[in-house]
């Protein structure tokens, strides 16, 4: 069975530009999230969705990031314009409907100069 | 006060001790709990799962006491491979899973 997909494995900005990750969770997975994992920090939930609806973005900072999972498959996070302070390590997971366990992409490391 | 607090780390014990981590989540309503384990530069992976009765798989025991919101792992017989980052997880509701920061352990030869 093929995995939590992420794209890219690493990216390195300038701050105030633009970055877009792209995931692509296990075939079947309906609930998707996305986590911020800075340095030495637990995984921090920025947005989970159910299908293609959002069930919680309460840490999701929207005057800069948007995620969206318009056909409930594959999900995107765009951060617009970056800041330093969002270097960190970008996870993607999925859990399967009834599920308990969340299978977690390889993540994205993001580097803000 | 954060939703879910562990132990600072890191613990640096020697091949074939035995180590506890502990945990405390804030949320009573809170529904199920994990232990995941992170290695370096790694994506996170369930070790575990917590019930209420304790669950033990191989060397690793976990317990949960929902009275204390407290969940605790032991590791018996620690190996160089369980090097690693462990994290408490909750459950809050409708898996919305919140993480703990993190203990880090370090079994040293």
């Known amino acids: 069975e093929a995995g939590v997909a992420q794209s890219p494995r690493y990216k390195i900005i300038e701050k105030r530009q633009s970055v877009a990750f792209w995931c692509n969770p296990i075939?079947?997975?309906?609930?998707l999230y996305w986590y911020q994992q800075i340095l030495g920090q637990g995984p921090k939930l920025l947005i989970q969705?159910?299908?293609?609806?959002?069930?919680?973005d309460s840490q999701l900072p929207k005057d800069r990031f948007s995620a969206e999972r318009l056909k409930g498959v594959d999900s995107t996070l765009k951060i617009q314009p970056a800041k330093l302070e969002d270097s960190a390590v970008y996870l993607c997971?999925?859990?399967?409907?009834?599920?308990?366990?969340?299978?977690f992409g390889q993540g994205t490391r993001l580097t803000v100069v | 006060r954060k939703e879910v607090e562990q132990d600072p780390g890191p613990f640096n014990v020697p091949e074939g001790a035995t180590v506890a981590f502990n945990c405390t989540y804030s949320?009573?309503?809170?529904?199920?709990f994990f232990w995941y384990r992170q290695d370096c530069r790694k994506e996170p992976k369930l070790l575990m799962s917590?019930?209420?009765s304790g669950n033990e798989d191989g060397r690793f025991t976990a317990q949960l006491n929902r009275a204390s919101q407290y969940i605790s792992l032991l590791i018996r017989d620690s190996k160089l491979s369980d090097s690693a980052t462990y994290l408490c997880?909750?459950?809050?509701?409708?898996?919305?899973?919140?993480f703990g920061a993190g203990t880090i352990l370090r079994v040293k030869s």
């Open positions: 997971a999925s859990i399967l409907t009834g599920g308990t366990e969340a299978f």
């Open positions: 075939s079947g997975h309906a609930t």
């Open positions: 969705f159910q299908n293609n609806g959002v069930v919680d």
């Open positions: 949320n009573s309503a809170s529904q199920s």
């Open positions: 917590v019930y209420s």
């Open positions: 997880v909750v459950n809050l509701y409708g898996n919305k899973l919140v």
